[in-house]
C-alpha cells in the first residue's frame, strides 16, 4: 500500500539519514509539511476508528471478567475467569461452534468450486457477458435479509414453492435439514463476490501461455491445473480468507431462517441472544472474546502457513 | 482462452449461451419469487405457486399506510446516506495519504484497518451496546453511523487507494511546479481525476450500510431509528392472524430496488471497485 512514487520516496529517505545538519533542516522543512499533511488526512479516518473498536474491544474484555447481568444489576461482580468456564463448558456454546465451523468449510468450499465455474463462465463468456455479470451481482447486492425471507417463505409448507415441490415437509423445523437450507442461502447469495474475486485472478493470467500449451496438446483441465491455477493461487488465497471470516460471522440468513432454533445457532447468534434477549452482558462479552480469539486464529493461520498476501501489504501494493 | 480453438462453433456457442441462462436463472429465482410474493393478494398468498394467480398491490398499500415501515425507510435511507458520505470523506482524505505522502505510521493505519475489515462485527456488538446506552446514543441515528462508518472505512480506504493509484500523479507535480501547495493539488487536480472512484466507492459503501442488520438490530430497540431489515424481522401482519409474508416481501422489493438500480446502471465501476480493493492490495 505504501505507494509514494519513487522520487518522493528518494527525497525522503534521502533526508533522514543525511549526516550533515544544514541540509537536514533544509530538506526536513518540505517533509515537515508532508507529515502534517498525512497525519491530518488520516486523522478522522484513524480516530473514528479507533473510538469505535480500541475502547469497545478493551471494554468487553473488562466486560468478560465481571458478572454482569442487565436482569440483575446489583449482583454485579469480579468474578475473572469464571464466564469463561461457565461458556467453554457449556454444551450449547459448543454446538455452536461445531455449527459455525460446519456452515463455514462446506459453504466456503462449495463456494470455491461453483464460484470458479462462475469465473470461468464469465471470463469466458462470448455472448451476454454484461446480463451475465449484472445478474451475478444481484445476489452479492441484494439485502441479506431480504434474500433470506425469500428462502424461508420458499420452503415454507404451503407458502413455498420449493416446500411443494419436495413434498411439503417442513424443512426449517429439523436441524440438518434446517442447516442445510441455511448454507443454500449463504452460498446463493455470497458466491458472486467470490467469483468476481477469481475473475481479477484469471484475469492475470496471460493467454500465451495457456496458447502456447495448447500448441503442446494440454488438455483444458491440464492446463487448467498446472497453469491457471498456480498463477492465480493469490487471487484464491484472498477470496477464501475474505469469505471464510465472512462465513464465520454467519448471523442474518441464521436470524431469519431459524431464529437458532433446533440447535442451529452459530456462535453471532448464541452470542446475540445471550446479549440482547438474555441481556446478560457479562456471557455476551466472553463469547465475543472468544470468537475474536477464533477469527484471529483462522487469519494467522492463512496469512502465516498459506502466505495469504494480505490485501494492502506492501507488495500488494507495488505489483 | 476463448479463441483457443480458433473458429467458435455453433454448438458451442450454444452450449456457452445455455450456460449463461443457467447463471441467470440462478441469480434471479429468488429475488423473482418475493415479487411475486409481493403482488401476491392475501387470498392467494399462501397458495405456492411460483406466479401470482391474482395480481394485487394491496401489499403495497399496507406497507406504505403504516409508520412502521415508512419510519424504517426514512431512517434506513438517511443513516446510509449519512454514514456513507462521511466515510467516503474520510476514506478519500486517508487513502490519499497512504497513496502519496510519506509519514510514520503509514503501515500502522493500514493494518489497523486491515484488522478492522475482518473483525467478527458480533465481538463489538456487547461493548457498543453498553458504552452507547451509557452515552445515550442506543436507539439514535448517530448510534449506528458511528459503527457503519467505521466497517465502511476499511472498505473505502483500500478501494480508493488502488484507484488513486491509477492516476497520472505527473499532473500533481506539475501543479505543484506552478506554485500550488499539496492541499490545493489534492483539491483541484486530484479530486476531479478520483471523481469516478469515489462514486464507486460511494455505492459500495452504501450497499454495506444499506445490508447491514447485526448492528441495526442490536443497537436499536425502537421504531426510532430501525432501518428497513430490522423492521422487516419485527413485521407481524396488520391483524394478529394474518400472515405477514406478503408486507415482508412487498418491504423486501422496495429496499431491492436501489440495489438493483444501481447494479444495472453502475455494474462495471462496482466490479472494478470490489476486485480492485480486495486482489490487487
Known amino acids: 500500500m505504501s505507494q509514494t512514487t519513487t522520487t518522493d520516496t528518494a527525497a525522503a529517505s534521502g533526508a533522514s539519514p543525511a549526516p550533515a545538519p544544514k541540509k537536514k533542516a533544509a530538506l526536513s522543512e518540505g517533509k515537515k509539511a508532508e507529515r502534517r499533511l498525512g497525519w491530518l488526512l488520516c486523522a478522522p479516518a484513524a480516530l473514528t476508528m479507533i473510538a469505535v473498536t480500541g475502547w469497545p474491544i478493551l471494554y468487553s474484555l473488562l466486560l468478560s471478567m465481571q458478572r454482569f447481568d442487565l436482569k440483575f444489576p446489583d449482583r454485579t461482580e469480579w ?14 456454546w459448543w454446538n455452536a461452534v461445531w455449527v459455525t465451523v460446519l456452515l463455514t468449510v462446506v459453504t466456503v468450499a462449495i463456494e470455491l468450486v461453483l464460484g470458479m465455474s462462475l469465473a470461468l463462465i464469465m471470463h469466458r463468456a462470448l455472448v451476454g457477458r454484461g446480463i451475465v455479470r449484472t445478474t451475478t451481482l444481484i445476489p452479492y447486492g ?3 435479509v431480504v434474500a433470506a425471507f425469500s428462502w424461508r417463505f420458499a420452503w415454507t409448507p404451503g407458502t413455498g414453492y420449493l416446500a411443494e415441490a419436495l413434498g411439503g415437509d417442513p424443512v426449517l423445523t429439523e436441524k440438518i435439514p434446517a442447516l442445510m437450507v441455511v448454507a443454500l442461502a449463504e452460498i446463493w447469495k455470497t458466491t458472486p463476490f467470490m467469483a468476481l474475486l477469481l475473475m481479477a485472478g484469471l484475469a492475470l493470467v496471460p493467454d500465451d501461455l495457456l496458447k502456447a500449451a495448447a500448441m503442446d496438446g494440454a488438455s483444458g483441465w491440464q492446463r487448467f491445473i498446472k497453469i491457471t491455477v498456480p498463477i492465480m493461487k493469490p487471487a484464491i488465497l484472498v477470496a477464501l480468507l475474505f469469505r471464510t471470516l465472512d462465513a464465520f460471522r454467519i448471523f442474518d440468513n441464521l436470524f431469519v431462517l431459524t431464529a437458532g432454533s433446533q440447535g442451529t445457532s452459530s456462535v453471532s447468534m448464541l452470542t446475540y441472544n445471550n446479549l440482547i434477549k438474555g441481556l446478560n452482558l457479562g456471557i455476551g462479552s466472553t463469547m465475543s472474546v472468544l470468537i475474536f480469539i477464533m477469527v484471529a486464529i483462522i487469519a494467522f493461520v492463512f496469512i502465516k502457513l498459506f502466505g495469504t498476501a494480505a490485501p494492502g501489504s506492501d507488495d500488494g501494493g507495488k505489483r | 482462452m476463448a479463441g483457443i480453438g480458433g473458429a467458435e462453433t455453433t454448438g458451442k456457442k450454444v452450449g456457452w449461451g445455455l450456460l449463461n441462462a443457467v447463471v441467470v436463472i440462478y441469480a434471479l429465482v429468488p429475488v423473482l419469487w418475493i415479487v411475486s410474493l409481493s403482488f401476491k393478494s392475501s387470498a392467494t398468498l ?5 406466479i401470482p394467480r391474482e395480481w394485487s398491490l394491496e401489499n403495497y398499500q399496507n406497507i406504505f399506510s403504516t409508520s412502521e415501515f415508512t419510519r424504517a425507510l426514512f431512517n434506513s435511507i438517511g443513516i446510509a446516506v449519512i454514514a456513507t ?19 510514520p505510521g503509514k503501515n500502522l493505519l493500514v493494518g489497523v484497518s486491515l484488522l478492522i475489515a475482518m473483525f ?6 456487547s461493548p457498543l451496546f453498553e458504552i452507547e446506552r451509557t452515552l445515550g446514543l442506543f436507539d439514535t441515528w448517530p448510534g449506528l453511523i458511528l459503527p457503519y462508518i467505521t466497517f465502511a472505512l476499511p472498505l473505502a480506504i483500500y478501494t480508493l487507494s488502488a484507484f488513486f493509484r491509477e492516476i497520472p500523479w505527473e499532473l500533481e507535480k506539475a501543479a505543484k511546479m506552478d506554485g500550488a501547495t499539496p492541499g490545493q493539488a489534492f483539491r483541484r487536480v486530484i479530486a476531479p481525476l478520483a471523481a469516478p472512484g469515489v462514486f464507486t466507492t460511494a455505492i459500495l459503501v452504501f450497499i454495506f450500510c444499506w445490508n447491514d442488520f447485526l448492528f441495526a438490530i442490536s443497537l436499536t430497540s425502537t421504531e426510532q431509528s ?56
Open chain 2, 226 to 281: 430501525r432501518t428497513v431489515p430490522v423492521a422487516l424481522s419485527f413485521f407481524t401482519g396488520s391483524s394478529q392472524f394474518e400472515d405477514p409474508a406478503g408486507s415482508i416481501a412487498a418491504a423486501a422489493v422496495v429496499i431491492t430496488i436501489p440495489i438493483i438500480l444501481f447494479v444495472l446502471f453502475f455494474q462495471r465501476r462496482i466490479v472494478a471497485g470490489l476486485t480492485s480493493g480486495a486482489v490487487k492490495g
Open chain 2, 46 to 50: 399462501a397458495d405456492g405457486n411460483f
Open chain 2, 120 to 125: 467478527p462485527q458480533v465481538s463489538l456488538v
Open chain 2, 85 to 103: 458520505a462521511i466515510a467516503v470523506v474520510f476514506g478519500t482524505m486517508a487513502a490519499y495519504a497512504i497513496a502519496r505522502l510519506d509519514f
Open chain 1, 142 to 144: 441484494i439485502v441479506t
Open chain 1, 79 to 92: 468474578i475473572w475467569f469464571d464466564n469463561y468456564v461457565t461458556v467453554l463448558s457449556s454444551p450449547y
